[in-house]
């Protein structure tokens, strides 16, 4: 078979955030070989234990000034890996800025014609740069979104409600490829790594675990929520209760607080397995939450926000407990502590309800569109209206 090229500007493998794990997964489970093109912090070239080959490019940088007046070496990189693969299909990876991959998509339409360009949206990017930039970075997305989409053959999104703002913004219905997860990774990790990892930072059937680095606003939003808010009152309720985050950056620090930092990709699963109960307080953003699924994976109970579980099409008091505010996530949380059976039973049906978002399952569903022109005609129809 074929070697799909997967094009990250950022670093996708070790996964160390929800992004990264997303691409890594969808270059895992890609039918045929995958090529997995990544900036990081050095030069490297090597395969997975999973098979993926992987292709590092010294280029990452906290300051986008920087990675701009990199960025037409880069790209001259990238085009030359993708071209020693003669990869067919060339899917640009959508959780960094879209004027990169913009570019890199002009880059392709002129170098490599024949190919097919597949952008994969983790989120409408334009909705992020308005909350969280200026006007003038707002618009600039806007516009570089826009033509991404105009110049790929083919385009996802994550969930109905992003296909719905891409709509509305750009005239573009794009296919549904809403993100998955390892299932068989996060439900039977290694038994000997969950003691560990329970040993190790002290977590229990009390301990709550959000995932996510602090940098990015709506994981700052649902930290500070939860910190501030959620644990001091629960505790006045559940005194033992405790509260792990994974990710860097979070300032907090309290006897109660397992403040862990980034888990070890190998160790991640197991980690989350040694947990009690998933929280997901996240009120802003799009996309959708790998965070609940993995922890229903994992077979443990969630309890968030419906805005965390958008796309998703979860069941309040079957899937997940939903809850909005303060009061309901310290009630839905004193419930799970002090009901074992009703933790079971919401164990026991997530564990059902995951299996849809396997990735195995999302990626056969959508690759007859990647492998085939049927859905062409209907996206330059789309266009030509926007």
Known sequence: MSTTAICCFYEAYPPASGAASVSYNLAKFFPGDSLLVQLGRRDQKFVTTDGVHIVTLAGATESRRERLTRLPRLIRRMLAEIAKANSPVIILEGASWAIYHWLLSLRLRRTAPQRKIIYHSHNVEYLLRVQRHGQAVARFTLWAEGRLLRQADLATAVSEVDRDHFARLYGVRPVLLPNGVDVERFAHPDLDAVNRMKNLYRLDRQTLVFSGFYAYPPNREAIDFLVRSVMPALRKRCPFATLALTGEGVPY????????????????????????????????????????????????????????????????????????????????????????????????????TVAQFSWKRLIRDVEPSIFTNELKPQLEAALAHA
């Not at 991640?268 to 307080?281: D, E, L, S, T």
């Not at 039973?345 to 059902?352: C, E, G, K, Q, T």
Request: glycine residues 8%.
């Open 253 to 352: 620090q309290e006897p109660w607080i397992r403040n862990v930092g980034s888990i070890e990709y190998r160790d991640f699963a197991a980690f989350i397995k040694g947990c009690g109960i998933a929280v997901a307080p996240i009120f802003t953003g799009s996309g959708t939450r790998l965070k609940i699924l993995e922890a229903m994976a994992a077979g443990i109970p969630v309890v968030a926000t419906q805005k965390a579980a958008e796309g998703l099409s979860l069941i309040h008091g079957e899937d997940v407990l939903f809850a909005r505010d303060t009061l309901e996530f310290v009630n839905s949380l004193t419930r799970l502590l002090d009901n074992p059976e009703l933790a079971a039973a919401l164990r026991d049906r997530a564990r059902l």
